[in-house]
């Protein structure tokens, strides 16, 4: 039997001595009878108190499903990055070689790994000074800059002072 069973019984009892009530014109029998009445009235209270918890509980064991769901995805995911640092002073997970075949090298934000958020680091600027890729977790933007990865600096131009072309 289901809570709303057993609650649609109470009410069908309820309405039952209700009708008692209405006919009897016995004292002890009405006194009785409203007695009963309250004493049901307090059974559907805890009943409803009762479904209350049993919903929290039911809720609380899906949340738990989903956490262990996500945690035994993630362990998967994170057996196939390593910790790489490019460039002195930054860090990023990258893909392991061969681990995904179909996959292109790619590096994930570390600060997002580390919240076991798979968030992929994209190339925001080309400079001198290294190229800058950006987390693109809107929570995070994590920069992390690959100095080992340059623009050629702009090659200077003009002329020579006192040499023509043909001295070249
Ligand atoms: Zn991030």
């Given at each position: 039997m289901d809570i709303a069973?057993?609650?649609?019984?109470?009410?069908?009892?309820t309405e039952?001595?209700?009708?008692?009530?209405?006919?009897?014109?016995?004292t002890a029998v009405q006194q009785k009878a409203a007695e009963l009445t309250s004493v049901i009235i307090n059974l559907q209270n805890d009943i409803l108190s009762m479904q209350t918890e049993y919903q929290a509980t039911l809720k609380e064991r899906d949340d738990?499903?989903?956490?262990?769901?996500?945690?035994?995805?993630?362990?998967?995911?994170?057996s196939k990055y390593k910790l790489f640092s490019p460039s002195e002073g930054s860090f990023v997970y990258a893909i392991k070689e061969n681990d995904e075949p179909d996959e292109?090298?790619?590096?994930?934000?570390?600060?997002c790994f580390n919240k076991e958020i798979k968030s992929f680091l994209q190339l925001k600027?080309?400079?001198?000074?290294?190229?800058?890729?950006?987390?693109?977790?809107?929570?995070?933007?994590?920069?992390?800059?690959?100095?080992?990865n340059k623009l050629s600096p702009p090659k200077p131009v003009g002329v020579v002072r006192g040499k023509s072309w043909m001295d070249f």
């Amino acid at each position: 039997m289901d809570i709303a069973t057993t609650l649609a019984t109470a009410k069908g009892a309820t309405e039952l001595i209700s009708s008692i009530l209405a006919t009897s014109k016995n004292t002890a029998v009405q006194q009785k009878a409203a007695e009963l009445t309250s004493v049901i009235i307090n059974l559907q209270n805890d009943i409803l108190s009762m479904q209350t918890e049993y919903q929290a509980t039911l809720k609380e064991r899906d949340d738990w499903k989903e956490k262990a769901q996500h945690r035994e995805a993630w362990e998967i995911t994170k057996s196939k990055y390593k910790l790489f640092s490019p460039s002195e002073g930054s860090f990023v997970y990258a893909i392991k070689e061969n681990d995904e075949p179909d996959e292109p090298a790619h590096w994930l934000c570390a600060n997002c790994f580390n919240k076991e958020i798979k968030s992929f680091l994209q190339l925001k600027q080309k400079h001198t000074g290294g190229f800058l890729y950006q987390c693109q977790n809107k929570d995070c933007e994590a920069k992390v800059l690959d100095r080992n990865n340059k623009l050629s600096p702009p090659k200077p131009v003009g002329v020579v002072r006192g040499k023509s072309w043909m001295d070249f």
